[in-house]
């Protein structure tokens, strides 16, 4: 059986731009390289928007404050299957720092089509665009 992890991402804005960012190598070829919504596994000792602040900080160096849900993303890869929640984030800054992504993109809405986003990304992108 494989692996379930809970997950929360941010779709994150400030002036009305989103921020996209890019990963960097990994073991699972396909997601590697692949843009995604920042964030990360929740730990058993924390809600999800306390998970999403953390890993916002720790991944971005970004105070960020934490809005309304989304949407869920159940996806399956290849190895793993993930339940993704993810929410409406704002910044009061653009100014972020990579300490595990190798690239980033401040994007209007429509914009967010020309990146290649991770698997489990593509919903968010599509309701974010209205599809």
């Given at each position: 059986m494989k692996k379930h992890i809970e997950v929360v991402a941010a779709i994150i804005i400030a002036n009305d731009k989103?921020?996209?960012?890019q990963?960097?190598?990994n073991k699972?070829?396909?997601?590697a390289y692949?843009?995604?919504?920042?964030?990360?596994k929740v730990e058993d000792y924390e809600?999800?928007?306390?998970?999403?602040?953390?890993?916002?900080?720790e991944e971005l160096s970004l105070t960020i404050?934490?809005?309304e849900k989304f949407i869920i993303v159940d996806h399956d890869y290849p190895d793993f299957s993930i339940s993704m929640h993810t929410y409406h984030c704002v910044s009061?800054?653009?100014d972020i720092i990579l300490n595990e992504h190798i690239d980033y993109k401040w994007l209007a809405i429509s914009d967010l089509k020309v990146l290649e986003w991770a698997a489990a990304d593509i919903p968010i992108v599509n309701k974010?665009?209205?599809q």
């Open positions: 989103f921020l996209c960012v990963r960097g190598p699972f070829e396909y997601i692949k843009y995604e919504f920042p964030g990360g809600t999800e928007k306390e998970a999403l602040i953390r890993e916002i900080q404050e934490v809005g009061e800054t653009r974010l665009r209205g």
